[in-house]
């Protein structure tokens, strides 16, 4: 099976940058993506790393280390709006590809 | 393009009672997954459907069911209904190879009482 690990809140303030880290434990790691999901709402996709490195959309970056089974998501210049919880989630190959989900980190951000 | 609709948004049962969920994919994608989330549990995995077939199941008991129609939708049954299957359920879709994303719809939140 699969094991995620992520803190389960952080708070921030506006302006101000947020990491937020990921480790998980898995046989045929084939990805890992990030989601967001407001209260009340659909989770969404942020982005996705297959391949170790630093990938950028926009205000989010997200990091991948598959050596570390180590990732995080990076989330610049916060605004209000970013509260939310943010899910991480691994793909494996060899079967459907469906995301295992993490439980979640509370992003909080205050004025 | 329209995006995943579930049916109905809100429901209410008591224990003992079955339920019948509805997830409609986005056009052309062929890959249904449904989620159970539960404060502080993440989204857990149920099952998915490709092709009408069941391709991936998660460890849930078996009063969990789901089927998927020749035009993609899908319908997620629960029986025997426990307190503890209160809970938001999600439906995603995806083109359903290797493709990066899924997409969710709103969920439906069940209250079992």
């Known amino acids: 099976g699969q094991s995620l690990e992520q803190p389960s809140e952080v708070t921030a303030v506006e302006g101000a940058i947020v990491q937020i880290n990921c480790t998980y434990q898995?046989?045929?790691?084939?990805?890992l993506s990030w989601y967001q999901q407001h209260d009340g709402g659909a989770p969404t996709f942020l982005s996705y790393?297959?391949?170790?490195g630093l990938e950028e959309t926009g205000r989010f970056s997200s990091f991948l280390s598959r050596s570390d089974s180590y990732g995080y998501l990076l989330l610049q210049e916060l605004q209000m709006k970013d509260s939310a919880s943010y899910f991480c989630?691994?793909?494996?190959?060899?079967?459907?590809?469906?995301?295992?989900f993490g439980r979640g980190t509370s992003l909080i951000v205050h004025p | 393009k329209a995006g995943v609709t579930q049916t109905p948004r809100y429901l209410i049962k008591t224990r003992g009672q079955q339920v019948t969920l509805s997830c409609s994919p986005i056009?052309?994608?062929?890959?249904v997954s449904w989620y159970q989330q539960t404060p502080g549990q993440g989204l857990q995995f149920l099952f998915e459907?490709?092709?009408?077939?069941?391709?991936n199941k998660g460890n849930f008991p078996g009063r969990f069911s789901g089927r998927q129609f020749s035009n993609s939708r899908s319908e997620m049954n629960v029986s025997t209904l426990e307190l503890g299957d209160s809970a938001l359920y999600l439906c995603?879709?995806?083109?359903?190879?290797?493709?990066?994303?899924?997409?969710f719809g709103p969920g439906t939140r069940l209250t079992v009482l």
């Open positions: 989630a691994v793909r494996v190959s060899g079967g459907s590809y469906i995301p295992t």
């Open positions: 898995t046989s045929g790691f084939y990805g």
């Open positions: 995603a879709s995806s083109s359903g190879g290797t493709g990066n994303e899924q997409f």
């Open positions: 056009s052309g994608h062929r890959s």
């Open positions: 790393n297959g391949l170790d």
């Open positions: 459907y490709f092709s009408e077939t069941q391709r």
